[in-house]
C-alpha cells in the first residue's frame, strides 16, 4: 500500500514540487495551503505523515503542530525549517516533531527522511523486553508489570532506543542522534526533559544517570522496582 503524505505549506511552487516528486515516488500526497485547511485534513484523512512548514501565514506552526497532536498524538510529523535557523529546529523538536527538513531541500533527501520515519513507526511485530517491562512497537505501546503506560510518540522512541542498547552509555549526543535524527548540537537540554518524563512513567531506577556522559538503562533488582514504583 502506498505511503499517504499531508503536506502543509503555503508556497505553491514547493507544494508542486512536492506533489510530483513524491508522487513519481510511490507516495500519495495530499495539500494544504493554511493551517485550518491543514488541521481539517488531518482531521478527515488517514495519512502516515505530515510535511508541516513552520513558517504559515496567519498561523503559528507549533500552534499547528500541537494541534495535530492533540487529534493524532502518534501521527509522525516532519517540519519543514528555513536554512540555517537552528532555533525553528530546536523548537520543533523539542514541541514534538519526529524530524526535520532544511529548506531548499531535494526531492531525494525528502523521501529518504519520510522513509527513515515510516519504517519507524512500522517496525511491526516487534517486542522489546526488559524485566517487568515491554514495549510493543507495532502496538505503540508499553507495558510495566501488566499495565499499560502512557506515552507520547517521543517518550516511546527514547524507550525504544534505552531497550534496543542494554546496559550502554548513550551519551546526549547519541540520543539526540538516535531518537530526534539531529546531527548538530541543539544547545538544548531536550534529552534531560524526555529522560526525566520518562523516569517518572516508568521508575527512575530503569535509567540511570552517568555523570558527565549520558544515560544507561539497566533492568532494576525486584526490590529497586517496587520502590521506585510504589514511592
Known sequence: MKAHVLLIED???????????????????????DAPSGIELVRRLDVDLVLLDLILPSANGLDVLEAIRALKPRLPVIVLTAVDDTRSKVDGLEAGADDYVT?????????????????????????????????????????????????????????????????????????????????????TNVVDVYVAALRRKIGATFIKTVRGLGYRFMVPAADDGEAARTA
Open 11 to 33: 508556497d505553491q511552487r514547493i507544494r508542486e514540487i512536492v506533489d510530483r516528486g513524491l508522487g513519481a515516488r510511490g507516495f500519495v500526497v495530499s495539500a494544504a495551503a
Open 103 to 187: 529548506k531548499p531541500f531535494s526531492i531525494q533527501e525528502l523521501a529518504a527522511r519520510i522513509g527513515a520515519r515510516l519504517r519507524w513507526s512500522d517496525a511491526s511485530g516487534t517486542l522489546l523486553k526488559a524485566g517487568p517491562l515491554t514495549l510493543d512497537l507495532a502496538a505503540h505501546q508499553a507495558v510495566l508489570d501488566g499495565r499499560v503506560v502512557a506515552l507520547s510518540a517521543r517518550e516511546l522512541s527514547l524507550l525504544a532506543v534505552f531497550l534496543q542498547h542494554p546496559g550502554q552509555t548513550l551519551t546526549r549526543g547519541q540520543l539526540l542522534e538516535l531518537v530526534w535524527n539531529v546531527d548538530f548540537d541543539p544547545g
